[in-house]
Structures are given as C-alpha cells and as structure tokens.
T-cell receptor
Framework: KAGVTQTPRYLIKTRGQQVTLSCSPI?????VSWYQQTPGQGLQFLFE???????NKGNFPGRFSGRQFSNSRSEMNVSTLELGDSALYLC?????????????FGPGTRLTVL | AQKITQTQPGMFVQEKEAVTLDCTYD???????LFWYKQPSSGEMIFLIY??????QNATEGRYSLNFQKARKSANLVISASQLGDSAMYFC???????????????FGKGITLSVRP
C-alpha cells in the first residue's frame, strides 16, 4: 500500500495570508490526525477526523481548521498567518487493519511564514 | 491529562553497541498504549514499537525492545547493535487505549537526539 502523502512539501507565505494543506491517508484508514512540530513546543496535536467528523481538537486558536472528505482525504487550513505558525505540519492516518492501531505519518509540510 | 518526559538531551553510541533511551510518563487512564517513533532528518515519523499497559511481556521488534516498568511509569527503548542509520530523533508517545476513531491523539515527549559514531 502507498503511504501517507502530504502536499505541498514546502510552502512560503507572508503574515496575514491563509494556507491549505492536504493529506491523503493510507488506503483503508479512516482516521486522520494533524500535528504541528516546532523546535520550541515540540509535537502538538491539532485535531483528528474520523468518518468526516472532527473527533478531537487540540489547544489551538480558531484560525486552525480542518475537514475530511468522504474518501478520507483531509485538509487543514490556517487563516491570517502569524510568524509563529512557521512549523512542520504532520498528518497521520490510522484505524486501518494494523494490530496496534498505530499512526502512520506522512513526510510533512514545512510552512515558513515571513 | 497525559504527560511524557524525555530528559536526555542527546545521546551518543558507538556503532554495534546497545543504547537505552529513557521515557517516563504520567496518566490517569487505566488503559493506555506507549509508542516509540523515529524521526530522521527528512522529517517523517517512523513507528518503531508499541507497548500496551496491560501487556505483561516487554515488547520487542527486531533490534528494538521496550523496557516497560509500569509501577515506575517508565517505558525505555533499547536499541541493540546500533547502526549508522539509527542516527535520528526518537520520540516516546502515549495514547489512551479506546476504540478506533474515538480518540487517536498521541501525546509526545520532547524527543532525544541519538548519534551513532562509526
């Protein structure tokens, strides 16, 4: 099976703009989770989607939003970008046929906000 | 709330030797799972090993083993016969063990940098 794919891999935006990141989970996986990774805060959970419904949300402002489509693909959107939003955004898929229900991560989207 | 603590800032190991990466955790959940992930410089997180809170045996996956001490709330990763390709960041993480789709959220530690010397 193909792994988790994320597009784009790299993105440069300026403050105030908005951005949309895309994630395609492993075929058959129904859950998609998003994480933000920064040197200062480490890995922080953003939100999780399962069967097109947001099941869990981390402690991030409303500028961060997401959605999941019927084919399990997910997008996350960040509006009114701030310098502090510069980070590696990782998508993970799970709820497939694995024994431990571990999360499989994509390569990430590296967002730079200038 | 769940918390993972990884205090080793950086570790060095000679090629072919074994190394232990420390992880302590805190949770009020009765049933939980502990994970270790490897993150090379490319950025992708690679799943290494899993330990369930009710598993009596320590988990093993190839050269990786998990030294699980539930009473001490520790879940240390042991890598045997280190290879140059093991140089990476290693993250300990935990998740409440509930049905799929209810809450897959992973809580991560800060990570440990491992450098393998030839």
């Amino acid at each position: 099976k193909a792994g988790v794919t994320q597009t784009p891999r790299y993105l440069i935006k300026t403050r105030g703009q908005q951005v949309t990141l895309s994630c395609s989970p492993i075929s058959g996986h129904r859950s998609v989770s998003w994480y933000q990774q920064t040197p200062g805060q480490g890995l922080q959970f953003l939100f999780e989607y399962f069967s097109e419904t947001q099941r869990n949300k981390g402690n991030f402002p409303g500028r961060f939003s997401g959605r999941q489509f019927s084919n399990s693909r997910s997008e996350m959107n960040v509006s009114t970008l701030e310098l502090g939003d510069s980070a590696l955004y990782l998508c993970a898929s799970s709820c497939g046929d694995t024994v431990y229900n571990e999360q499989f991560f994509g390569p990430g989207t590296r967002l730079t906000v200038l | 709330a769940q918390k993972i603590t990884q205090t080793q800032p950086g570790m060095f190991v000679q090629e072919k030797e074994a190394v232990t990466l420390d992880c302590t955790y805190d949770t009020s959940d009765q049933s939980y799972g502990l994970f270790w992930y490897k993150q090379p410089s490319s950025g992708e997180m690679i799943f290494l090993i899993y330990q369930g809170s009710y598993d009596e045996q320590n988990a093993t996956e190839g050269r990786y083993s998990l030294n699980f001490q539930k009473a001490r709330k520790s879940a240390n990763l042991v890598i045997s016969a280190s290879q140059l390709g093991d140089s990476a960041m290693y993250f300990c993480a935990m998740r409440e063990d509930i049905p799929c789709g209810a809450n897959s959220k992973l809580t991560f530690g800060k990570g440990i940098t491992l450098s393998v010397r030839p």
